[in-house]
């Protein structure tokens, strides 16, 4: 069985400083890795996915993620955030040739951006 | 450009009223899945719908049935709510749910008193 642990539950920074929210995944077979964000009153959004290859994965706004097969860890980063990245980001884990019905999410990480 | 529309968006029951959660996507997805979101817990699966025709039980399936009425639509009731039932309920679709990662609608708030 797969779990997914989201270090942290909230991340408070200033604008234009670096995040860095930690993911570490538990599984005793390879996984796909996911990062999405949910703003406010809105559905989760796709941010980026790690399937294979590179581990250094870009996404959109700016965000990018490197998956640490030695450390199962999945960290989303952002050298310079903005107020609008204000959200919540959940890191997700699928097995493949699983159909996607044994997707793990993790608790979610608040992100909140100061002024 | 609608992606997947979930209705309604905010809902009030009362424990023991029954009630039908809507969902369709227009992206010609294969896989559709129910989630409900509480606080701290993530987002916990219900039901899905691996192809048309076909649905299973997720992690918590327990007071929820499923229709997947066609391709396009996938649809949650509850056939008697209780207050536990009090959540933020989501509609995602996939491709195939391998790599693809989901789509999500924009939610379903329900609070049963």
Redesign the interface.
Known sequence: AQSVTQLDSQVPVFEEAPVELRCNYSSSVSVYLFWYVQYPNQGLQLLLKYLSGSTLVKGINGFEAEFNKSQTSFHLRKPSVHISDTAEYFCAVTPPNTGGFKTIFGAGTRLFVKA | NAG?TQTPKFQVLKTGQSMTLQCAQDMNHN?M?WYRQDP??????IY?S?SEGTT?K?EVPNGYNVSRLNKREFSLRLESAAPSQTSVY?C?S?L????D???????TRLTVV
């Open positions: 997947v896989s899945y701290g817990m993530g987002l916990r699966l899905y691996a299973d997720g989501f995602a996939s195939t749910g391998q790599g990662g989901y789509t999500f609608g924009s939610g």
